[in-house]
């Protein structure tokens, strides 16, 4: 099996990125300005309205270390706040998680899921919910709050290390190799997750479905002090493996003879993705496609240097996760819909649009 780089004729017919010719600064200024609009909304709306004006009042005299008294900042501070940074870190490690994997793979159909760690905390965090449950639960009379993204990120972890050991032979790692476990690894959580539903009773079988549909509203200043140290510095380092990256769309001789150390390159952009989208999934639940569409559409608007598309896919899936949470819950307000919904029923057809575009891009 090969996997083929992306085509060399341009990704959009309509020439997108036209519009951005020597203008990085400018989507970079766009998308900033985007993530401000994204952030002021997803405070002030809501089952309880707060104008825009007031959320700013809020946040300015929290700020200044005078938080403000009465309901709406209780409600900013201590409910939407953290439910949005909680957002905005886990969309930027999946967007730029995204982008990295499909740098590493020289294909623009990768995502996180193909190095298993998805498929590994899914996989972990259904052992929790139904043998923690059933092993635990007489020993301690109730499984701790925080074993189940514990498990998830542990999960998620070992089993991208193992994919790695896996795929690497005599200090090579084959890229290749990694997809085809990550694949038959998939297939296998699958199955085991199947199992699980089946003998799972009524609320863990709740559970479960709650968790691979992805959510956000566990969110608490807890959860986000304890996903911060795996995502924040995934999201400074990545950056830094941007000309490996594109040294190696020319391919693994070329880019090592450029001077790159190759196998570094690929060993820390799998740690990174590994640590980050682990972390992630710990806290929210499988939310997908966010990491496959994002840098598509800035590959579009602006090229496929990884100079700007690690960082503006970090960016723009801040935004969009946000966005999508929002109207999660907000659109069937007082009940709220699984985050996972919304960003499938977008990011499906746009992965299908993809695909009918490559038209064989893939040679198995």
């Known amino acids: 099996m090969s996997v083929a780089a992306a085509p060399s004729r341009p990704l959009g017919r309509t020439r997108l990125r036209e519009l951005f010719p020597g203008r990085r600064p400018l989507l970079f200024a766009g998308l900033a300005a985007m993530l401000v609009m994204v952030g002021i909304a997803a405070l002030g709306l809501g089952a309880t309205g707060i104008p825009a004006a007031r959320v700013v009042a809020i946040l300015a005299e929290a700020a200044a270390g005078r938080p403000a008294q009465g309901g709406d900042a209780l409600i900013v501070l201590q409910v939407r706040?953290?439910?949005?940074?909680?957002?905005?870190?886990?969309?930027?490690?999946?967007?730029?998680?995204?982008?990295?994997?499909?740098?590493?793979?020289?294909?623009?159909?990768?995502?996180?899921?193909?190095?298993?760690?998805?498929?590994?905390?899914?996989?972990?965090a259904a052992a929790t919910i139904v043998l923690g449950d059933a092993l635990l639960t007489p020993l301690l009379g109730a499984l701790p709050f925080g074993l189940l993204p514990v498990g998830a990120f542990a999960g998620g972890l070992l089993t991208t290390l193992a994919l790695y050991r896996i795929a690497t032979r005599g200090g090579r790692t084959s890229m290749a190799t990694m997809l085809l476990a990550g694949v038959a690894f998939g297939a296998l959580s699958g199955a085991v997750m199947g199992l699980f539903s089946y003998v799972s009773d009524d609320r863990q079988l709740r559970d479960l479905t709650f968790w691979s549909l992805g959510s956000l509203s566990g969110a608490t200043w807890t959860k986000i002090a304890a996903a911060a140290p795996f995502i924040l510095p995934g999201l400074v380092l990545t950056p830094f493996l941007a000309r490996g990256l594109n040294a190696l769309t020319l391919g693994e001789a070329e880019a090592y003879h450029l001077g790159v150390p190759v196998q570094r390159v690929k060993a820390l952009a799998i740690l990174l993705v590994a640590v980050a989208v682990g972390a992630s999934v710990a806290c929210a639940g499988m939310i997908g496609f966010v990491g496959i569409v994002v840098p598509h559409v800035l590959r579009l608007l602006a090229g496929p240097d990884h100079r700007m598309l690690l960082p503006a896919s970090a960016m723009l899936g801040a935004a969009l996760l946000v966005a999508a949470d929002t109207v999660a819950r907000t659109i069937a307000a007082p009940a709220e819909l699984p985050i996972g919904i919304l960003t499938a029923a977008i990011g499906a057809p746009f992965f299908l649009w993809l695909l009918l575009r490559r038209q064989g891009g893939l040679v198995l």
């Open 81 to 124: 706040l953290p439910r949005l940074l909680l957002g905005l870190l886990v969309g930027a490690a999946l967007a730029s998680s995204g982008a990295l994997m499909q740098g590493l793979f020289r294909n623009p159909l990768a995502d996180p899921g193909l190095v298993g760690v998805s498929a590994g905390a899914a996989l972990a």
